[in-house]
């Protein structure tokens, strides 16, 4: 299961980090699970926001394209930085065929650039984080300069001084991976979407250590096909 995964990388980071390293982490995690991203993000029963973004192909892909095809499953993810990301991103790998069955289309959507794996791995950042980067996705990766998706969903939040000065010491220069100096990012939310354009199913989690689980996308799934 993708959190069990996650949770022991979690585990995996408080066993090895220094102290000092993982008290920010800690730190940054409460602040954000402070945060009121689940009260005021998009819900069941609201219209999916209009779009038209660049896929890591560079090929321009709109709401309506995606909603022609049948159901919508869009997940948000931080980036290539981040190790819950990654894990995320490996599992909806695996599943693909299931979550692509009757007709359902799987996009991510990232705030990075398109050639965010390069810039990483010539930023100096650390090399178990360049090694647990995904370099390649099987399905549609949505770049959301500025999070103007995220923010039309209510998912953006500001990263903790208490992350950003964690990320700079591991050599991860956010300014160049997204081309702004926000340090803002979408919190993980995965919505199923009807071919309407309304909202079926929302997982809006609070929480960067949290993901939706393959099993519960494709309940969800099957609910718009009921």
């Given at each position: 299961?993708?959190?069990?995964?996650?949770?022991?990388?979690?585990?995996?980071?408080?066993d090895n980090l220094p102290a000092d390293l993982s008290a920010l982490i800690e730190q940054g995690a409460g602040e954000i699970s402070a945060l009121d991203i689940s009260e005021r993000a998009k819900r069941p029963g609201d219209a999916l926001p209009d779009f038209a973004l660049d896929n890591q192909h560079g090929e321009r892909r709109t709401r309506a394209d995606y909603l022609a095809r049948g159901p919508l499953v869009l997940t948000f993810y931080r980036g290539v930085w981040c190790p819950y990301c990654n894990l995320q991103l490996r599992a909806y790998a695996e599943r693909l065929d299931d979550l692509q069955a009757d007709g359902a289309t799987l996009v991510a959507v990232c705030p990075e650039k398109p050639e965010a794996?390069?810039?990483l791995?010539?930023?100096g950042?650390?090399?178990?984080?360049?090694?647990g980067a995904v370099t390649e996705v099987p399905f549609d990766v949505l770049h959301d300069p500025g999070n103007r998706l995220a923010a039309a969903l209510g998912l953006v939040f500001t990263l903790p001084e208490s992350h950003q000065q964690l990320l700079a010491s591991l050599g991860v220069d956010l300014e160049a991976l997204t081309?702004?100096?926000s340090f803002t990012f979408p919190d993980p939310a995965t919505y199923v979407v009807?071919?309407?354009?309304?909202?079926?199913?929302?997982?809006?989690?609070?929480?960067?250590?949290?993901?939706?689980?393959?099993?519960?996308?494709?309940?969800?799934?099957?609910q718009v096909d009921a």
């Open positions: 299961m993708l959190n069990q995964q996650i949770r022991e990388t979690i585990q995996m980071f408080r794996i390069d810039i791995k010539n930023s950042a650390a090399d178990p984080i360049i090694a081309g702004d100096d009807k071919p309407s354009g309304e909202i079926s199913w929302a997982f809006v989690p609070n929480n960067y250590r949290k993901r939706a689980e393959v099993e519960q996308i494709l309940q969800a799934l099957a």
